[in-house]
Nanobody, 124 residues
Framework: QVQLVESGGGLVQAGGSLRLSCAASGRTFSSYTMGWFRQAPGKEREFVAAISWGGGSTYYADSVKGRFTISRDNAKNTMYLQMNILKPEDTAVYYC?????????????????WGQGTQVTVSS
């Protein structure tokens, strides 16, 4: 199993930007497909973005397409989520997740390893 730790959350005004990081330790990071998910109070966890193990393929939820960018640096065992033009509806706890696989997945059930989450709050 890979261990994951998110960072970079915080409070930002609408229209602002944040960059989340997910640091991985344990097994070979480059063998994992990675994803970002979020969960707002009273709502189910939802898919945000995913990236293949080599970084060549990415996939986004429609709600963040064009505003968020997922990337990874396998040499640093770290994944990122650059979030621009943030909206109040982006407010949630953001989680990174890993699956030992080469294909992209967007169903949270497919991911075996999860971080503890980082809070993102966007004020209007």
């Amino acid at each position: 199993q890979v261990q994951l730790v998110e960072s970079g959350g915080g409070l930002v005004q609408a229209g602002g930007s944040l960059r989340l990081s997910c640091a991985a330790s344990g097994r070979t990071f480059s063998s994992y497909t990675m994803g970002w998910f979020r969960q707002a109070p009273g709502k189910e966890r939802e898919f945000v973005a995913a990236i293949s193990w080599g970084g060549g393929s990415t996939y986004y939820a429609d709600s963040v397409k064009g505003r968020f960018t997922i990337s990874r640096d396998n040499a640093k065992n770290t994944m990122y989520l650059q979030m621009n033009i943030l909206k109040p509806e982006d407010t949630a706890v953001y989680y990174c997740a890993a699956r030992y696989d080469s294909d992209i997945y967007y169903d949270p059930i497919a991911f075996a390893s999860w971080g503890q989450g980082t809070q993102v709050t966007v004020s209007s």
